[in-house]
């Protein structure tokens, strides 16, 4: 067992801090209020290699591992939680299920354009019948010749739009319920596939999240991904992956949210002390750094888990589920502890515990990681 950061972690950490202060912290209110999808944020990240950190180089990517992915999530979400988000699911939900379950061809076609961000990435498994019931695929998929025409539609989709690769899942045959699900990559220009309804937002408003629409679209038989009704299994274990990086998100929202706090705390007045030198702020203060500090303990240990190669999942469940609800936690009391102020969009915490709340429902709810963990202890 080792916890001190290794000179690699250590410099990637300082160079994702320096990118986030500097590219990222000045639009994140921009981005927030105006419900602005920053595409030179994303520009940058691609010049800079990182919307292809675990992606092995023969594949374009920058040959990184799980850690220092994470790290860079952790680091871009504690300035903006929006670009957290658009980092990892292009990365966890998009070019690590074609790396992971690509044929040689299809990660030749698709992984080096993404890892390079020459192309962004989406993951579509929900549909506004099957949420958390996973299983209860309606959009379909049937092989006609040389190819599957896909209909029916996916709702709630990070990067929808702005995509240019997406892993869909859809009903290869009904009859075998999950074993009947097979997973796709559909590319934006294919014919019949479009983007329906814009959500509005409480947080993350600068990512866009859209439904999106098959009609009779006709995708390659080449374009399967991993074999004909096994789409469930790899939705699965996209998602294990998929919760580090939330988890990700939610530590650096919270960390985020303590920087901030700590700032205001010692330049506050009241009573003629600085809030900082009354006992209350200080054990506030304590409590939340003591949280996510195991929050990211948790974090880091699974995506190490998942570098080692060893199992990850009840690891990613656990982490997702303590870092979203410390992220919670701490942002509400970040809140509470700026007083009037800490309610006004001339703060960035408020907007960092909006952000923060969406962490404990996309890529398995709360509730969905408890099952996953008792499920294990119970087995
Ligand atoms: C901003 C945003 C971005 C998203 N991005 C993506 C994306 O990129 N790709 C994608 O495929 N999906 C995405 N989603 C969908 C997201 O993963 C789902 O919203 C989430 O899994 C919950 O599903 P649901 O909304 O249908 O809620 P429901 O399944 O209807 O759940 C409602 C409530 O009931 C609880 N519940 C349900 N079943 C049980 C049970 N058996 N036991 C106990 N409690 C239960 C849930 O925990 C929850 O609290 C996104 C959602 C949002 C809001």
Avoid: W
């Amino acid at each position: 067992m080792d916890f001190q950061t290794d000179k690699e972690h250590s410099l990637l950490m300082s160079m994702y801090a320096s990118f986030a202060e500097e590219e990222v912290k000045p639009l994140a209110k921009e981005v927030d209020e105006e419900e602005r999808f920053p595409v030179e944020t994303v520009e940058k990240m691609a010049r800079y290699g990182m919307l292809g950190i675990p992606i092995p180089k023969e594949f374009g990517g920058a040959g990184g591992d799980n850690l220092g992915y994470v790290m860079a999530v952790e680091a871009m979400s504690k300035v903006c939680g929006t670009t957290g988000v658009i980092l990892s699911a292009h990365t966890s939900l998009c070019a690590a299920p074609i790396y992971e379950f690509g044929t040689p061809e299809q990660k030749q076609k698709y992984l080096p354009a993404l890892a390079k961000g020459e192309k962004l990435g989406a993951f579509g498994l929900t549909e506004p019948n099957a949420g958390t019931d996973a299983a209860g695929q309606q959009t379909t998929a049937e092989l006609k010749g040389d190819h599957y025409v896909l209909n029916g539609s996916k709702l709630f989709i990070t990067n929808a739009g702005y995509a240019d690769v997406y892993v869909i899942f859809a009903m290869t045959d009904k009859s075998k319920g999950t074993r009947g699900i097979s997973a796709f990559i559909v590319e934006k220009e294919m014919p019949g596939f479009s983007i329906g309804k814009k959500e509005e937002k409480m947080g993350i408003r600068g990512s866009a999240t859209c439904e999106l629409i098959f009609e009779n679209v006709k995708v390659p038989a080449a374009n399967l991904l991993g074999a004909e009704g096994k789409g469930f299994g790899i939705a699965m274990k996209t998602l294990d992956g998929g919760r580090i990086g939330i988890a990700a998100q939610a530590l650096g929202l919270a960390q985020g949210a303590i920087d901030e706090t700590v700032a205001y705390v010692k330049e506050r007045k009241q009573f003629g002390k600085s809030l900082a030198q009354f006992q209350n702020t200080q054990f506030q203060l304590a409590d939340m750094q003591a949280k996510t500090d195991a929050a990211r303990l948790l974090v880091y240990k699974a995506a190490c888990c998942k570098d080692a190669k060893l199992p990850y999942s009840v690891e990613a469940a656990t982490a997702k589920l303590f870092a979203s609800e410390t992220a919670m936690e701490v942002t509400t009391k970040a809140v509470q502890l700026h007083g009037g102020y800490g309610y006004t969009r001339e703060y960035p915490v408020e907007r960092m515990m909006r952000d923060a709340k969406i962490t404990e429902i996309y890529e398995g709810t709360s509730e969905v990681q408890r099952m996953v963990i008792s499920a294990n202890m119970l087995k």
